[in-house]
């Protein structure tokens, strides 16, 4: 298994800043995934972090909104880029070892933009 | 991304089985039938996933209809803990990604 930690654990930001969330894996993982949860919503897929490489982005989110990052196989970092009130949710990462395996997820950072 | 419907809500009590269903009418052949659960203020935690055969591990039963439209999720005992959002997911083999629907929010009555 994979223990996941994701910091900060909650902000309360002003609109038009930025934030960026960082999520760090006790061991290396294959795939990151990062999602977003809205209030009293399910999850929904945001990207999916490549080592060395772009994301790969789901339909309906742009790298210049959601820039993300994965400089190695332990940690990755999502930047939500020009906040407004629209982005307030909840943003987790996850991670799998290896293709076909479990994803273990974070505890999610609680976002507020006022 | 094949879809799965879900009930939005179920209850039972303490100590009871727990079946929640699950359907998947259009999965394909590689897709993976995946169950997640989310308590409350955490992120999702894996339960349990099967491809074809019924599976059993230390938290649930999995059972998998023969033409693979449905499946079951089983708690053989409930416990206060396990309340919680039941979310059955398909998973492409090729890909590994999770595209969450709605859950099931399962209440446990003492």
């Known amino acids: 298994s994979a223990v996941i930690s994701q910091k900060p654990s909650r902000d309360i930001c002003q609109r038009g800043t930025s934030l960026t969330i960082q999520c760090q894996v006790d061991?290396?993982?294959?795939?990151m995934f990062w999602y977003r949860q809205q209030p009293g919503q399910s999850l929904t897929l945001i990207a999916t972090a490549n080592q060395g490489s772009e994301a790969t982005y789901e339909s309906g989110f742009v790298i210049d909104k959601f820039p993300i990052s994965r400089p190695n196989l332990t940690f990755s970092t999502l930047t939500v880029s020009n906040m407004s009130p629209e982005d307030s949710s909840i943003y987790l990462c996850?991670?799998?070892?290896?293709?076909?395996?479990?994803?273990?997820f974070g505890p999610g950072t609680r976002l507020l933009v006022l | 991304d094949a879809k799965t419907t879900q009930p939005n809500s179920m209850e039972s009590n303490e100590e009871e089985p727990v079946h929640l269903p699950c359907n998947h009418s259009t999965i394909s052949g590689t897709d993976y039938i995946h169950w997640y659960r989310q308590l409350p203020s955490q992120g999702p935690e894996y339960v349990i996933h099967g491809l074809t055969s019924n599976v059993n591990n230390r938290m649930a039963s999995l059972a998998i209809a023969e033409d693979r439209k449905s499946s079951t999720l089983i708690l053989h005992r409930a416990t206060l803990r396990d309340a919680a959002v039941y979310y059955c997911i398909l998973s492409d083999y090729n890909t590994d990604k999770l595209i969450f629907g709605t859950g099931t929010r399962l209440q446990v009555f003492p």
């Open positions: 996850s991670g799998q070892g290896a293709v076909g395996e479990t994803q273990y």
């Open positions: 061991s290396q993982v294959t795939m």
